[in-house]
């Protein structure tokens, strides 16, 4: 490999390694906005289920949260690829998926 390729496989690596880092983030906030649609749902007004007052779930809210977390999350598997795919010529270890 010459100089030439190392440094664009770096170059290469560092913008992958960036989107990695802005969609783990935005999967992270997606996640945390459904986990928070979904709680309001699993609430009970007591320890006796009543039904006086329901605690309601927002349906489409969800839906359309899921949505976007499914799109953000198939871009960051992809961008994982990208990056793993440079890591080494970069001199970088390849992320692990767990």
């Known amino acids: 490999m ?8 770096i170059g ?5 390694k960036k989107d ?11 996640a945390g906005n459904l986990s928070v649609l979904l709680q309001r749902a699993s609430l009970v007004n007591s320890s006796a ?14 839906e359309a949260k899921l ?6 999350n198939t871009q960051l598997e992809m961008a994982i690829d990208e990056m793993n795919r440079y890591a080494d010529a970069a ?8």
Do not use: C, N
Request: without cysteine; charged residues 25%; proline residues 2%.
């Open 67 to 72: 949505k976007e977390l499914i799109d953000i």
């Open 12 to 16: 290469r690596y560092t913008v992958a």
């Open 91 to 98: 001199g970088e270890s390849p992320a692990k998926r767990i």
């Open 2 to 9: 010459t100089t030439e390729q190392q440094f664009e496989y």
């Open 20 to 30: 990695v880092q802005r969609l783990v983030a935005q999967r992270h906030a997606l």
């Open 49 to 62: 289920v009543t039904v006086d007052r329901i605690y309601t779930l927002d349906a489409a809210a969800a």
